[in-house]
């Protein structure tokens, strides 16, 4: 079966900057695509020129896999324009040598599994707090918050992200889990709810700022529509 455009960009929906918890594709950080037979060519760009190499890296390394997770596609060659690390990263994904091959001697710090794992725990607190700002707004109090079962919370595309995100955590998503609960699932007490949520929008705030803050700079860096300007 031969791949098509939209099932390459469908793939690469799912792929998110692993800081602001969006899709690339939203981002308009896919700048390029072509599909001939059953190879795909993927030219990605980024707001600076300086955003840190694993995270550069990190988004490449996904967009490849998900391409790669088209059925029909056997060759996937991600390309990341204008980064000051693109060389290394692009021969780095070449050759298939991971972040620790492409970078030797720049992974003291947390690797890519961990950065991974942080920016998915601050993802999970920031949906969290938008699924909870909206059930305090149609008349839930903090106390209901916290005896709340994930089966008693309405269905919505919140509520779908939020769960996909303590999925990706590895924490419980059946109808009877608590709906209120840390990155490492254990639920939040009662008492403890009000001041749970307010760091928790803190990072939610964070995150949006950082979005917006960044389609800004790519809208000027590349003289494309900043959608938030579009939409005021």
Do not use: W
Not at 14 to 38: H, M, N, S, W, Y
Not at 52 to 81: C, H, Q, T, W
Not at 162 to 171: A, F, I, N, P, T
């Amino acid at each position: 079966m031969k791949p098509t455009e939209a099932a390459v960009l469908d793939a690469l929906s799912g792929v998110r900057d692993p800081e602001l918890d969006e899709p690339i594709t939203d981002l308009k950080f896919v700048a390029d695509l072509q599909v001939a037979d059953d190879e795909v060519d993927v030219r990605l760009r980024l707001p600076t020129p300086f955003c840190a190499p694993n995270f550069a890296y990190l988004m490449v390394a996904d967009a490849k896999a998900a391409v790669l997770s088209v059925p029909g596609v056997e060759r996937a060659r991600i390309i990341l324009d204008d980064h000051h690390a693109s060389p290394e990263i692009n021969a780095g994904m070449a050759q298939e040598r991971g972040f620790e091959g492409t970078f030797p001697g720049d992974t003291e710090g947390e690797s890519l599994e961990e950065l991974r794992t942080i920016f998915r725990r601050k993802a999970f607190v920031a949906r969290q707090e938008r699924l909870c700002r909206e059930l305090l707004a149609a008349g839930r109090s903090a106390k209901e918050l916290a005896r709340m079962r994930l089966e008693e919370v309405p269905a919505s595309e919140t509520k779908e992200k939020y769960l996909s995100r303590r999925e990706e955590l590895g924490l419980d998503t059946c109808p009877e889990a608590p709906l209120v609960v840390d990155p490492d699932g254990n639920p939040v007490p009662e008492g403890a709810v009000v001041d749970h949520l307010r760091f928790a929008r803190l990072t939610r705030l964070s995150i949006e700022g950082n979005a917006g803050m960044c389609r800004g700079l790519l809208a000027t860096r590349y003289g494309i529509p900043d959608p938030e300007e579009a939409t005021a």
